[in-house]
């Protein structure tokens, strides 16, 4: 059969994703991802994840298939038919968090997130944040494992496992969602519109040390972190219309 124009396959490393690999390439070719109009993902959401970080300049659409442990954000596979699924596939547009973490060497980062930030306790001591939204301090003092901020797409994660609000995806909110909090106790989080800037201070941050995580970024030994949306840029991943993402948000919300 000759090659699939405009398709590039890629996978995780687990067995069953490098045998799919194997099997689409033997029946459709293989060509690079920097020449594709699609990029089939093969492997769990964390290699999705993987795969809108590496393939970000691209702006290429990613249809992904479930090839590894955990699959929401995957399609069903199936070899046959590769071509009809993705022409009629539902697109679904996300925009990405951006993450800037100061050190207490004073160093500056940067990451995106198309999950969450999470800010966790490095030590036995449970950490301690300020919390700001939009420059108005709205906790004084956090003491928790952590924080989170989670994205539609990522709320149904860590986020949810955290106790946190499933968002669906044209809500235009983020989730801001305290992991084992202490004090105060009857704090739960926060729904914030979605173009809010969170910032992050962390109190007694040499004896109770904070590290900053954007999807699997990590910045260790933080002082201030802010996070926000960054509506420039953006990816479009596709899903079977009988399986789209919208359906499965909706759905994980009256699961038991």
């Given at each position: 059969?000759?090659?699939?124009?405009?398709?590039?396959?890629?996978?995780?490393?687990?067995?069953?994703?490098?045998?799919?690999?194997?099997?689409?390439?033997?029946?459709?070719?293989?060509?690079?991802?920097?020449?594709?109009?699609?990029?089939v993902a093969l492997g769990g959401d964390g290699f999705m994840l993987e795969t809108l970080h590496r393939y970000l300049e691209l702006g290429v659409?990613?249809?992904?298939?479930?090839?590894?442990?955990?699959?929401?954000?995957?399609?069903?596979?199936?070899?046959?038919?590769?071509?009809?699924?993705?022409?009629?596939?539902?697109?679904?547009?996300?925009?990405?968090?951006?993450?800037?973490?100061?050190?207490?060497?004073?160093?500056?980062?940067?990451?995106?997130?198309?999950?969450e930030v999470s800010l966790l306790r490095e030590t036995r001591q449970t950490a301690k944040l300020r919390i700001s939204v939009d420059h108005v301090v709205r906790v004084d003092?956090?003491?928790?494992?952590?924080?989170?901020?989670?994205?539609?797409?990522?709320?149904?994660?860590?986020?949810?496992?955290?106790?946190?609000?499933?968002?669906?995806?044209?809500?235009?909110?983020?989730?801001?969602?305290?992991?084992?909090?202490?004090?105060?106790?009857?704090?739960?989080?926060?729904?914030?519109?979605?173009?809010?800037?969170?910032?992050?201070?962390?109190?007694?941050?040499?004896?109770?040390?904070?590290?900053?995580?954007?999807?699997?970024?990590?910045?260790?030994?933080?002082?201030?972190?802010?996070?926000?949306?960054?509506?420039?840029?953006?990816?479009?991943?596709?899903?079977?219309?009988?399986?789209?993402?919208?359906?499965?948000?909706?759905?994980?919300?009256?699961?038991?």
């Amino acid at each position: 059969m000759s090659p699939l124009p405009g398709i590039a396959c890629v996978a995780s490393d687990a067995p069953a994703a490098q045998q799919a690999l194997a099997e689409l390439q033997a029946l459709y070719g293989e060509i690079p991802p920097e020449a594709a109009g699609v990029i089939v993902a093969l492997g769990g959401d964390g290699f999705m994840l993987e795969t809108l970080h590496r393939y970000l300049e691209l702006g290429v659409p990613i249809f992904g298939m479930h090839r590894g442990s955990v699959g929401f954000l995957m399609n069903g596979y199936d070899a046959a038919g590769l071509r009809e699924r993705i022409a009629r596939a539902a697109p679904v547009r996300i925009h990405p968090l951006q993450m800037r973490a100061t050190d207490v060497r004073r160093a500056e980062h940067e990451a995106l997130a198309f999950n969450e930030v999470s800010l966790l306790r490095e030590t036995r001591q449970t950490a301690k944040l300020r919390i700001s939204v939009d420059h108005v301090v709205r906790v004084d003092e956090l003491s928790a494992d952590g924080i989170l901020v989670a994205t539609p797409v990522g709320s149904t994660a860590y986020n949810f496992s955290a106790h946190g609000p499933i968002i669906p995806l044209g809500a235009g909110v983020l989730a801001l969602t305290p992991i084992s909090a202490f004090r105060p106790r009857r704090w739960r989080g926060a729904l914030l519109p979605h173009a809010a800037e969170v910032r992050f201070d962390i109190i007694e941050a040499e004896k109770r040390p904070v590290s900053a995580v954007a999807d699997y970024t990590e910045v260790r030994d933080v002082l201030s972190v802010t996070v926000r949306e960054n509506r420039d840029i953006a990816l479009t991943m596709l899903f079977d219309p009988e399986h789209n993402l919208e359906e499965r948000v909706l759905k994980e919300q009256f699961l038991s």
